[in-house]
């Protein structure tokens, strides 16, 4: 058997597969963040730790789970952010995740002093606070003290592989997400490092995605009530393993969307596919050669559950589901309200950390079900303009699969059929994407999954949903209107960070 973790933003996904890599049973064991103002996004590495824990001993009570029979581990995790260890490889200080913007001075600086193109040349991606270099320069400038302490710089996954082997490395996933990663050349990049001012020394050595690491420690091994016996193999970074887990492996396997607290659209390529005008980023593929264009917003599936949580707060599965279904019915943007869904600044398209969601049109009448169905097709607009971005760069984008837990809603997928004039369809494997990436590497790994092609037959379309072409035409014409509403409210947004920063500074 095999178990995988996938360490998302809200908690581990964690999985049992059989050593085919089929699920057998899934849990998900949640841990906290701390949003606040200034763009400050942190999480506790050691909340990850004991959630791999307590996930591993849940699926290990699963019947007929056999923890002598657990093969390898494999592990997904969020991308994107720095975890800084010291000496004794201990956090020095929160992890800041990947939402974390508060280093836009520090990439200001970075930007200067390599070029956005030049940067968007060498990593795939813009340079932008969102990544981790960034967040690097801000912590060695606005807490030195802590950062004479930091030895080890490394990924979520990263960290919980050591604790489970006591090896810290990383993969090319995960290091094409750091914005420090040469992607052509596969190693880490000394123009950026250096123009950074962030020592080569302070990253881990990459290795393949499916290298066996090593055998558990016998502490992790007594942790987890698994043997010594069991190898851990490295994995890699969300987005390439949600790719992986989706079947999505080669170019001819079509494109996939990805609905969780960030959403993004994505597919698989034989290279980096670099927009012109930088909206879109390419991840280095946890397949060997090849590489994952990708178009991420903040705050997709967060951007619902956020409303969901401000209507209901104390609400429960079923009354999200209610919330959603009512909307279904509701007028949003044929009534002329929309939501710009930047509720922690923006990543695709716009690169910008200052943007800040909006309800734009609203009049007296609208009620609860008007504000969600508008964050319904706010969510799904922003994510057309990337698509956009992509069918203008040459790929196409004809069919979607959608997975994460955006995925089981109808009235969702339906809605971006028809903004999107694509087949969107729904797999058997929603919330697990991520971690039967995980479970495929892992197996591939340990010698007992024949290739990552395997993830292929490993889930199932169970529904269609098809653009009907009088709403396309409707929503065509609507996107318009949303994109205006974001162009009217960028210079408002810079000037209140301009406010902030100015206030922040006396």
């Known amino acids: 058997m095999i178990i995988a973790h996938d360490l998302g933003t809200t908690g581990n996904k964690a999985s049992l597969h059989d050593d085919d890599g089929r699920l057998l049973a899934a849990v998900t064991v949640r841990y906290g963040s701390n949003f606040a103002s200034g763009g400050v996004a942190e999480q506790n590495p050691e909340d990850w730790w004991e959630a791999v824990v307590a996930a591993t001993r849940k699926l290990l009570a699963h019947d007929g789970a056999d923890a002598l029979a657990v093969t390898a581990i494999g592990i997904s995790g969020q991308m994107m952010g720095a975890v800084y260890l010291d000496e004794d490889y201990r956090p020095v200080v929160p992890s800041m995740i990947w939402a974390d913007t508060r280093s836009t001075e520090q990439c200001d600086r970075l930007v200067e002093a390599v070029g956005m193109e030049r940067g968007y040349a060498i990593t795939g991606h813009r340079l932008n606070p969102t990544y981790s270099i960034s967040k690097v320069m801000w912590l060695a400038d606005r807490r030195p003290d802590e950062f004479r302490r930091v030895r080890h710089i490394c990924l979520a ?65 007594d942790a987890l009530g698994l043997s010594t016996s069991t190898v851990v193999v490295m994995g890699g970074g969300d987005g390439p393993m949600a790719a992986l887990g989706t079947g999505i492996v080669a170019p001819e396997d079509g494109a996939y969307a990805y609905l969780g607290t960030s959403s993004w659209v994505s597919m698989s390529a034989d290279r980096p596919l670099h927009d012109p005008l930088m909206r879109t980023m390419s991840f280095t593929h946890v397949v060997p050669g090849r590489y994952v264009p990708t178009a991420t917003m903040q705050a997709g599936g967060g951007s619902l559950q956020w409303i969901a949580e401000l209507l209901e707060p104390d609400a429960d599965g079923s009354t999200f589901d209610r919330l959603v279904g009512d909307a279904s019915t509701a007028s949003a943007s044929g009534d002329g309200l929309y939501f710009l869904p930047h509720l922690l600044g923006e990543r695709s398209p716009y690169w910008d950390p200052d943007a800040r969601g909006a309800f734009v049109g609203l009049a007296r009448h609208h009620d609860r079900s008007h504000l969600v169905r508008a964050v319904l097709e706010g969510v799904a607009f922003n994510l057309l303009t990337c698509v956009d971005a992509f069918r203008e760069a040459g790929a196409p984008v004809d ?37 039967l990436g995980a479970a495929v590497v892992a197996g591939v790994g340990a010698g007992v999954i024949a290739d990552l092609g395997a993830s292929r037959s490993l889930s199932e379309v169970t529904a269609e949903f098809q653009p009907d072409p009088a709403r396309r035409a409707e929503y065509r014409a609507r996107h318009d209107a949303f994109l205006d509403a974001y162009r009217t409210l960028e210079p408002w947004n810079a000037a209140r960070a301009a406010d902030r920063a100015a206030e922040s500074a006396r």
């Open 399 to 435: 069919r979607v699969d959608a997975i994460g837990g955006g995925a089981n809603s109808d009235a969702w997928l339906q809605l971006m059929a028809d903004m999107w004039g694509a087949t969107v369809r729904r797999r058997t494997i929603v919330d697990e994407g991520n971690s």
């Open 157 to 221: 996954k990263d960290f919980v592989v050591h604790r489970l082997t006591g090896r810290l490395l990383t993969d090319p996933s995960d290091a094409s997400s750091t914005n420090a990663f040469d992607q052509l050349a596969g190693e880490w990049s000394d123009e950026i490092l250096d123009a950074a001012g962030v020592a080569r020394e302070l990253f881990p050595e990459i290795v393949p995605s499916t290298e066996v690491v090593g055998a558990l420690r016998p502490d992790a091994a």
